[in-house]
């Protein structure tokens, strides 16, 4: 598929709320590369805060898009 583009919602590039790379995938607005750093620092308290905002999210429906 050299130099075609194609507009596919599904696959969409989408910028990681921490580091601005553009990716495919995102668990809760944060690229894979950015939940590893965070999930391997010494200090966790940035991994800590990202899993209860994601808690927070599942429970009111807003991850999963029940509202």
Do not use: F, H, K
């Not at 599904?10 to 944060?30: F, K, N, T, W």
């Not at 590369?33 to 808690?55: H, L």
């Amino acid at each position: 598929m050299s130099g075609a583009t194609v507009n596919d919602p599904i696959a969409e590039l989408i910028a990681c709320r921490d580091c601005g790379q553009d990716c495919l995938l995102q668990v809760a607005d944060l690229c894979a590369d950015c939940i590893a750093r965070i999930g391997t620092a010494a200090d966790d308290a940035d991994y800590r805060a990202w899993r209860a905002e994601n808690e927070r999210r599942v429970v009111t429906g807003e991850l999963t898009g029940a509202i």
